[in-house]
């Protein structure tokens, strides 16, 4: 029986090559982006699982005091997620061995403190490496599973010189050469030299630590500083390994109660700093399982991804995925009329319902067979583009066969039975004697066609209009002038840790930059760098940001001075310490004890005093005020700020280049020059414009992602209205040729055909607005500063909607109505 089964559904899906191909292409489209979709989850859920002790690793965390009361952002999938607020992943370096004393439960701790740039000296070469640099405990590769090509994992990290490089960094350090014992310099304050003492296997892919150099954590040198310090200093990542069999939600319970009378001073003096908003109950610690760490967004973390995309890519699958079954349905069941006399003989000879039933779902079962094995072929073709869009770093080869196999049989049976239940349900529901007396045949029920047409339509509606209003509001963000200006400048890293050797090479790149016709500026700044401090302002505690510039920082940025005058080198009191009497100051607040510019958000907030005056809330003397600019991204409201003169500081140097210059001879040149002047330091550099525009990768990314499975979907979509009007204009022929004989134009017929189509795209619209809006606005919370949904928005999705819809049946409207009346009409 299935047999013959299968027999009979080869042959009615060859006999319908053309419908049979839409709904193969729009099913295998729709499983391809369902495969990638599935990959990509499946990536995420291995970070971090391959260690061998995975299920007892535990990272610490504690809650941010300062941000506890803070309330967190509204998002449609915030049901779902546990907490959005970011964990304090930084603890003092002394607790963990406090840890280890105190709970028995506890196997090891490993601490863990990243650097994010580094100068490498081997031999006469220099280096610069960038976030790949950590300094760790010696138990770093006993408690995590880390391989090591070379050296022993117990001993790697012993001795306080020692050093661990990547398989990477070997070849580009020492090429095919043995590197373990030979020596590397890190010429910072203490020039260290280290011996490589092991070569690990390149950190993969699906880790959140992708170390590069591995250094014991006490070989810092203000190791013995931050272990005095006790709690006033939080450097370290701390990873707890739990002994086997203990209960990890007791011993959070433990641990809570133990750092809550561990951190009591600390609390206590922290609670009284003067408007201070700490309060100690909502001090908490807990542990977060390792495997779990990279969805909680940790500041200094290796890697992060944010739940709310998954579960929109999740939903976008969903979406998809619904919309080629639609187009299945609605092309199975307005083709009846080429089956109803099938069914109607069937029946009459005795065949029963659910025979049939069997029959039309093993046809629909195979053709979703089908469809799944050209959706990966697609998948694997469209991966390195899906990697792209993700950021991901996805490869088939990481899913052994038998997880493919199975992903593949459950998406081909899901799409089956989503695909194939009803319209076999319908199709063996048929009546035998309406079937065959006069040949009648079974039309498809008029309400339940236009509901499905338009829930695909306002579907692709409110994908367009979350497209549009995604790349207006990155638009926005690209267009909108951030307060300073960004274009031609340059950025280069200073190699050097201490002031003389910044002093020295700030005078000469100074001299390089005047005697250079292609520089219009130099600066030793690099805006958006800055601390946070406390201060206290009208009685409440007030986080501003300071920023260490130079004397041209807002002439080189071009950030206007609203209010009295700029920092002056000819003016020695600009960057001299004042010494503060009694009542100049807040007592127990951070006091500048400079002259400051201030931005305009800190004046106002300080109501606006008498400049040139020592101003207590600052503890310094305001002596101009800048226009309002943004140093972060448009995701954050313009901060307090204020700037002080810090005439060595130096952790880059930055050049505005000239309009209409050789950008590559200009680099050339600099390079060149940078050679001379820093005997071969490494020359790393960045264009400012690119280095803003990074701050939104992440909402650019999901902008494409969006993007294309909007795309997606509306040529889903259209194939099947390409294939719906075809079997309508074939119904309605007869019709069209009498029609046509009495007097009717092609422009008449035209619109008659499609004028069904045009009401239903009407109320799709209708019905999407309100629901594409939601979506819109819960987005665009993500930013302080954003676009306003208005109605060209709406209207441009409007008629992107219809202008596809009238395309996709263009084709075969036109085709009836040009066709000769005779033809049709000659077989009545």
């Not at 973390?301 to 979406?319: E, M, P, R």
């Not at 340059?490 to 520089?519: G, H, Q, V, Y």
């Not at 007097?743 to 009401?759: C, E, K, Q, T, Y």
Request: hydrophobic letters at 45%; one cysteine or more.
């Amino acid at each position: 029986m299935f047999r013959n089964y299968s027999l009979l559904a080869v042959r009615n899906i060859l006999r319908k090559k053309f419908y049979s191909a839409i709904n193969l292409a729009g099913l295998s489209i729709a499983s391809a982006f369902c495969i990638l979709v599935y990959l990509y989850v499946k990536h995420e859920q291995s970070f971090d699982k391959f260690h061998a002790n995975v299920s007892q690793l535990y990272r610490l965390e504690q809650n941010d005091l300062w941000q506890s009361d803070e309330k967190k952002k509204s998002s449609l999938f915030s049901f779902m997620l546990k907490d959005e607020q970011a964990a304090v992943i930084q603890h003092p370096a002394i607790l963990s061995g406090e840890l280890e004393k105190v709970f028995p439960e506890i196997a090891q701790t490993v601490r863990v403190q990243q650097s994010y740039q580094a100068k490498v000296r081997v031999g006469t070469q220099s280096f610069e490496e960038k976030k790949n640099i950590a300094y760790v405990d010696k138990n770093f590769f006993t408690v995590f599973s880390f391989p090591l090509l070379r050296g022993n994992p117990a001993t790697a990290l012993a001795e306080k010189n020692n050093i661990v490089i990547s398989e990477n960094v070997a070849f580009k350090y020492f090429g095919n050469a043995d590197p373990v014992g030979r020596t590397i310099l890190l010429p910072n304050d203490d020039s260290t030299v280290c011996i490589v003492s092991a070569v690990a296997k390149n950190f993969p892919a699906n880790s959140s630590y992708r170390f590069d150099l591995l250094m014991p954590r006490t070989s810092t040198a203000d190791y013995a500083e931050k272990m005095s310090t006790g709690l006033n200093t939080s450097s370290d990542q701390i990873i707890i390994q739990l002994k086997k069999g203990v209960d990890a939600i007791n011993f959070e319970k433990r641990l809570d109660a133990f750092t809550r009378k561990y951190y009591e001073s600390a609390l206590k003096e922290w609670a009284a700093f003067p408007g201070s908003t700490i309060k100690t109950d909502n001090f908490h610690v807990h542990i977060r399982p390792f495997a779990d760490a990279h969805y909680s967004a940790g500041s200094g973390w290796g890697h992060y991804t944010d739940l709310k995309n998954i579960y929109q890519l999740i939903s976008l699958a969903i979406v998809i995925l619904i919309i080629a079954c639609l187009n299945y349905i609605l092309l199975t069941l307005t083709g009846t009329v080429s089956r109803s006399q099938e069914v109607g003989i069937r029946k009459t000879i005795g065949a029963e319902r659910k025979q049939l039933v069997l029959q039309f779902y093993i046809e629909t079962q195979m053709l979703a067979f089908i469809s799944v094995v050209v959706g990966l072929v697609l998948a694997i073709i469209c991966l390195p583009f899906f990697n792209g869009l993700t950021g991901s770093e996805i490869s088939i080869q990481f899913f052994s066969a038998g997880n493919i196999i199975l992903l593949l049989g459950s998406l081909a049976v899901v799409l089956g039975i989503i695909a194939g239940v009803y319209p076999a349900l319908v199709m063996s529901g048929l009546k035998p004697l309406n079937m065959l007396r006069k040949f009648s045949a079974y039309r498809l029920n008029p309400y339940l066609s236009k509901i499905l047409v338009t829930t695909q339509f306002a579907v692709c509606i409110i994908l367009i209009i979350s497209t549009l209003a995604i790349n207006k509001q990155i638009a926005f963000i690209n267009h909108k002038y951030l307060g300073f200006d960004k274009e031609q400048i340059i950025t280069l890293n200073n190699p050097f840790n201490n002031a003389n050797d910044t002093r020295l090479l700030k005078e000469r790149l100074e001299n390089f930059a005047a005697t250079d016709p292609s520089i219009a500026d130099f600066s030793n700044t690099y805006l958006g760098y800055n601390n946070t401090n406390n201060y206290r302002i009208n009685d409440q505690k007030t986080m501003a940001e300071v920023f260490d510039v130079d004397y041209n920082y807002f002439s080189f940025f071009k950030i206007p001075i609203v209010k009295g005058r700029n920092f002056s080198r000819f003016i020695p009191e600009d960057s001299a310490k004042i010494q503060l009497a009694e009542g100049q100051y807040m007592k127990g607040a951070s006091a500048t004890r400079q002259a400051v510019i201030v931005n305009e958000t800190l004046y106002k907030m300080l109501g606006s005093p008498e400049l040139n005056t020592i101003n207590a809330s600052l503890g310094g003397r305001i002596i101009g005020v800048c226009k309002d600019y943004y140093p972060d991204d448009l995701t954050k409201t313009i901060s307090p700020s204020l700037h002080r003169i810090e005439k060595w500081y130096g952790s880059s140097f930055s050049f505005r280049i000239r309009p209409n210059q050789n950008m590559p001879q200009v680099l050339d040149r600099l390079h060149a020059s940078w050679n001379k002047l820093t005997g071969g330091e490494p020359f790393s550099y960045s264009f400012l414009d690119e280095t803003v525009a990074q701050n939104y990768e992440a909402y650019l990314r999901w902008m494409k992602t969006v993007t294309a499975a909007c795309i997606l979907a509306i040529c889903i979509a259209c194939m099947g209205l390409f294939g719906l009007s075809g079997l309508s204009t074939t119904a309605r022929v007869k019709e069209i040729g009498i029609r046509k004989v009495l007097g009717a134009s092609v422009s008449d017929l035209f619109l008659l055909l499609n004028r069904g189509m045009l009401i239903t795209a009407f109320v799709a619209f209708v019905i999407a607005i309100p629901i594409a809006l939601l979506l819109v606005n819960a987005w665009l919370q993500n930013f302080a500063y954003r676009i306003t949904p208005d109605w060209s928005l709406f209207a441009g999705a409007g008629i992107i909607s219809l202008v596809t819809a009238i395309i996709a049946v263009s084709y075969h409207t036109i085709k009836t109505a040009i066709a000769n009346p005779v033809n049709s009409l000659r077989t009545e």
